[in-house]
């Protein structure tokens, strides 16, 4: 399956997607990184990497589904069967996800649905939960809320601060994510309806 990773910022997760994806075996072939933020550090491992980048400034779209069509444009261009957010920290419009319903994926630092949203890790040392982790989730319409497809968990520690759990949560990130999307490229998991159907 062809796989386009929208960033933002570092990459670290579409560093470990690229990285399962160089396995012999893997189905999966990292076709192209989209981010919307030029100076994104994942755009230049990614570049450095062969694989194709582009670039869409949402500054320069006037409304977040014009955004959007040009993302999915560039998609559409390089027949793209799979999309996985990663770090993109732009929240896609109805349309988007309508139209990749099924074929969008995203990782969230927390176990959903706890803790939707920004500040993550801060939400969740002050609910005082004795644990944390990871989720990858089909993307709906509606913020942090799809029908979730794999789950990793970490303890919180004594004297924890968001930074401190973060980078323990970002370890499962990176193996949890390429496992959820090999799930999905080889048909073990799909979206029907609004539900993970496994199988
Ligand atoms: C990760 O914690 C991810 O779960 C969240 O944003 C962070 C992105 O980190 N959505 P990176 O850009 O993949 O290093």
């Not at 075996?25 to 230049?44: M, Y």
């Not at 957010?85 to 649905?113: C, E, Q, V, Y």
């Not at 500040?119 to 989720?135: I, P």
């Not at 924890?160 to 048909?187: I, N, Q, S």
């Amino acid at each position: 399956k062809r796989v386009a990773i929208l960033i933002s910022g570092r990459g670290s997760n579409m560093r470990s997607l690229i990285a399962a994806a160089a396995a012999p075996d893997s189905p999966v072939e990292i076709a192209l990184v989209v981010s919307n933020i030029g100076s994104a550090a994942g755009i230049q491992f990614a570049a450095e990497a062969g694989i194709a980048t582009e670039i869409v400034p949402h500054k320069a779209f006037n409304s977040r589904e014009a955004f959007d069509r040009a993302v999915s444009a560039h998609l559409e261009e390089t027949r793209i069967d799979i999309v996985c957010l990663a770090g993109f920290m732009r929240i896609l419009s109805d349309w988007f996800a309508t139209r990749w319903m099924g074929k969008l994926i995203n990782i969230h630092p927390s176990l959903l649905p706890l803790f939707k949203g920004t500040h993550v890790h801060e939400q969740a040392l002050q609910a005082g939960v004795r644990v944390s982790g990871c989720t990858v989730h089909f993307v709906v319409p509606e913020l942090d809320a799809g029908p979730i497809i794999a789950q990793a968990v970490v303890p919180v520690e004594t004297g924890d601060t968001p930074d401190t759990l973060a980078a323990r949560v970002l370890v499962e990130e990176h193996k949890l994510y390429p496992a959820a999307l090999r799930m999905l490229a080889e048909g073990k998991v799909r979206l029907e309806a609004d539900r993970a159907v496994f199988g």
